[in-house]
Nanobody
Framework: QVQLVESGGGLVQTGGSLRLSCATS????????MAWYRQAPGKQRELVAG???????NYADSVRGRFTISRDNAKNTVYLQMTRLKPEDTAVYYC???????????????WGQGTQVTVSS
């Protein structure tokens, strides 16, 4: 079955950096788009960055220029390099796979357990 396991979160000061990893299994990683979302307390989950199977990327305006999403198809892993972190980046960060189900003709979302990122001011 699909498994997404995030790691790399932690406590960092304003202006610091962290790299999140999402190790995956149970599906063909190289042909699927991946994304990172985050959810802060009391707020809705929001898209942070996405990367297509071909390597095209997109970012939320709030993180563009500070965060970089990448993937290693040999390791079935997607990364999120976060730099110049701000207190407002504090959230639980989730790895996401959206896979098309051909039998049901719809997309299914899969999520990891999340990793906490806390940026102190």
């Amino acid at each position: 079955q699909v498994q997404l396991v995030e790691s790399g979160g932690g406590l960092v000061q304003t202006g610091g950096s962290l790299r999140l990893s999402c190790a995956t299994s149970g599906f063909t990683f190289s042909i699927n788009d991946m994304a990172w979302y985050r959810q802060a307390p009391g707020k809705q989950r929001e898209l942070v960055a996405g990367i297509s199977s071909g390597g095209s990327t997109n970012y939320a305006d709030s993180v563009r220029g500070r965060f970089t999403i990448s993937r290693d198809n040999a390791k079935n892993t997607v990364y999120l390099q976060m730099t110049r972190l701000k207190p407002e980046d504090t959230a639980v960060y989730y790895c996401n796979l959206r896979m098309f189900n051909r039998l049901l003709f719809r997309y299914n979302d899969y999520w990891g357990q999340g990793t906490q990122v806390t940026v102190s001011s």
